[in-house]
T-cell receptor, first 110, second 113 residues
Framework: RKEVEQDPGPFNVPEGATVAFNCTYS??????FFWYRQDCRKEPKLLMS???SGNEDGRFTAQLNRASQYISLLIRDSKLSDSATYLCVVNENNFNKFYFGSGTKLNVKP | DVKVTQSSRYLVKRTGEKVFLECVQDMDHENMFWYRQDPGLGLRLIYF???????EKGDIPEGYSVSREKKERFSLILESASTNQTSMYLC????????????FGSGTQLSVL
């Protein structure tokens, strides 16, 4: 079983739509959670950290559900520029060990 | 802002060549990592280092070695490049403190012919 699992998509949505991705993790001892965005042939860039209380940054909202061991990313009012692959990243109780989901591809269409 | 710099964006090498991929970070981070990323396989950890001259194998170390002589620099070495090492190589660093995130370099697309 993979440490971190994501639906690979693609999610094809029109501009202005709201879209949500989930990511499940297997180790209940996981400590830190992140969403990264990766454009084609570029490096992953941090989109947002995910805190226990949930957090919001503009059109993006991230939530953590420890009981069910998943994190989510909600994007409101999708823009064409949101088209990318979104990686879920989990850090376990070991600051050297990061686990990556395989990414969810989002295509926002005009 | 943290800057992680990889020496080459694109590299083409021949089978059997020795290949050096260099990575430098400017934020005095303790931890540095080398990943490779392949379609359908996601990011896989090759090696990481938590201090100067310290290194640990990741999930796929075979065919690779690393060097960390200075805190800011972490090198990945392919002793004898093979075609199955054609991939995107990503260097990353982190401070090693709680809740600290990873910062990535811009990647090196290596093609071994």
């Amino acid at each position: 079983r993979k440490e971190v699992e994501q639906d690979p998509g693609p999610f094809n949505v029109p501009e202005g739509a709201t879209v949500a991705f989930n990511c499940t993790y297997s180790n209940s001892a996981s400590q830190s959670f992140f969403w990264y965005r990766q454009d084609c042939r570029k490096e992953p860039k941090l989109l947002m950290s995910v805190y226990s209380s949930g957090n919001e940054d503009g059109r993006f909202t991230a939530q953590l559900n420890r009981a069910s061991q998943y994190i989510s990313l909600l994007i409101r009012d999708s823009k064409l520029s949101d088209s990318a692959t979104y990686l879920c990243v989990v850090n376990e109780n070991n600051f050297n060990k990061f686990y990556f989901g395989s990414g969810t591809k989002l295509n926002v269409k005009p | 802002d943290v800057k992680v710099t990889q020496s080459s964006r694109y590299l083409v090498k021949r089978t059997g060549e020795k290949v050096f991929l260099e990575c430098v970070q400017d934020m005095d981070h303790e931890n540095m990592f080398w990943y490779r990323q392949d379609p359908g396989l996601g990011l896989r950890l090759i090696y990481f280092s938590y201090d100067v001259k310290m290194k640990e194998k990741g999930d796929i170390p075979e065919g690779y070695s690393v060097s960390r002589e200075k805190k800011e620099r972490f090198s990945l070495i392919l002793e004898s490049a093979s075609t199955n090492q054609t991939s995107m190589y990503l260097c990353a660093s982190s401070s090693g403190t709680e809740n600290e995130k990873l910062f990535f370099g811009s990647g090196t697309q290596l093609s071994v012919l």
